[in-house]
């Protein structure tokens, strides 16, 4: 089964999970000095947040599938739409060891696509994708 995944940049941790505990009316299951992450049935969420430095706001928004398999489809149907994926296998990224398969939609929008094998005790690096096409200059 899939569940949607939301990653936000926040500004402090501590005030994030105070607000978002309240929104979900549960705790985080994972908190770090630096990260948070609450795995919820309803609605059926995997939501991620951090403090690493990047704009705060959705950093990206994706989907978390149960199987290497799963993975591995939803690669294949960015690919045959014509999107140009960035995969990653293996990697270590907040907290998790996954395998992932990033694209980045017409608005610009960053999509990540992963399995998640385990837990690692490090965030871990954040993906570096390749930049999308430039935009075309109007008029």
């Known amino acids: 089964m899939k569940r949607l995944h939301m990653h936000v940049s926040?500004?402090?941790?501590?005030?994030?999970?105070?607000?978002?505990?309240?929104?979900?009316?549960?705790?985080?299951?994972?908190?770090?000095?630096?990260?948070?992450?609450?795995?919820?049935?309803?609605?059926?969420?995997?939501?991620?947040?951090?403090?690493?430095?990047?704009?705060t706001g959705v950093d990206h928004v994706g989907i978390q599938v149960d199987s290497a398999d799963e993975l591995a489809t939803l690669a294949t149907r960015l690919k045959?739409?014509?999107?140009?994926?960035?995969?990653?296998?293996?990697?270590?990224c907040c907290y998790a060891k996954s395998d992932k398969s990033w694209v980045t939609d017409t608005a610009g929008v960053?999509?990540?696509?992963?399995?998640?094998?385990?837990d690692a005790t490090s965030y871990g690096e954040d993906e570096v994708m390749p930049d999308a096409k430039p935009k075309s200059a109007c008029c």
Do not use: C, H
């Not at 045959?80 to 270590?92: H, I, L, R, S």
């Not at 960053?110 to 385990?118: L, V």
């Open 110 to 118: 960053r999509w990540e696509t992963f399995y998640t094998m385990g």
């Open 80 to 92: 045959a739409a014509g999107n140009t994926t960035f995969d990653q296998e293996a990697t270590t």
């Open 10 to 55: 926040v500004p402090d941790i501590g005030q994030a999970v105070a607000f978002y505990s309240t929104l979900f009316d549960a705790p985080p299951s994972v908190v770090k000095d630096d990260y948070a992450k609450w795995m919820l049935e309803d609605p059926r969420v995997n939501l991620a947040i951090s403090s690493r430095a990047r704009a």
